[in-house]
């Protein structure tokens, strides 16, 4: 029976992955950009103006909705593509480029989805933000000031959502894109270096031909 060789498979199915990960990113990114736009971010603004978004500007529910749906989606395929790195097990300095700027992107689009968990300024949001927390606290010794950090001194107030939108739609929202492009970038360059290292194999691989063809051409 003929062994099939996934390697290349799975490093193509990596590839597309990574180009719907970066469009993941491009509409997360479009659509906080529009959201910005109308957004409050202070404790009692924050829940109105999303409020305000998506029941008065015109496609702001549908805005809204795209928004919180890439950033899920960015998750999933994010984790999706880390697996599948992991079993092609390439040795290549492009394909562990790819490798590290997967793993870094998935920790961003993780922590984009924790970031948001009080920007919004919810019911839901508040108190399993507050939940967790109480989780940090626990850590011994840099718990407390992890805590204060975040929040901006220990309780929930428009400091912790002014500093948690900074976080979302700044920093950790740049690094996004930014590691999306390198992480398909790398992959394509990884995939075009293969192509031209099995284009060489294949034109100085040496023929066995038969004797008799030989004789032939003599």
């Not at 019911?123 to 989780?135: C, D, N």
């Not at 929930?156 to 398909?184: D, E, G």
Request: proline residues 3%; contains cysteine; charged residues 10%.
């Amino acid at each position: 029976m003929q062994k099939i060789n996934l390697t290349p498979i799975l490093s193509r199915l990596t590839t597309l992955l990574a180009v719907a990960t970066l469009t993941i990113v491009a509409i997360a990114a479009g659509t906080g950009i529009l959201l910005a736009l109308y957004y409050e971010p202070t404790a009692g603004g924050a829940y109105n103006s999303i409020r305000n978004i998506v029941t008065h500007i015109p496609n702001g529910s549908l805005i809204f909705s795209l928004h919180g749906i890439a950033g899920n989606s960015l998750v999933v395929v994010a984790l999706l593509q880390i697996v599948l790195m992991f079993l092609s097990r390439d040795q290549s300095s492009n394909w562990f480029t790819g490798w590290v700027s997967g793993i870094f992107l998935t920790l961003s689009a993780i922590a984009l989805g924790w970031t948001a968990m009080v920007i919004d300024w919810s019911q839901v949001g508040y108190w399993r933000f507050k939940l967790e927390l109480g989780t940090l606290a626990a850590v011994p010794l840099i718990g407390d000031r992890i805590v204060d950090f975040i929040t901006g001194g220990g309780a929930i107030n428009t400091i912790t959502v002014q500093r948690l939108y900074v976080f979302h739609s700044y920093i950790l929202a740049i690094a996004a894109v930014i590691l999306a492009i390198v992480h398909l970038g790398s992959l394509l360059w990884h995939e075009r270096s293969q192509s031209l290292t099995d284009d060489s194999a294949d034109v100085e691989e040496p023929t066995n031909g038969d004797p008799l063809d030989t004789l032939t051409a003599c």
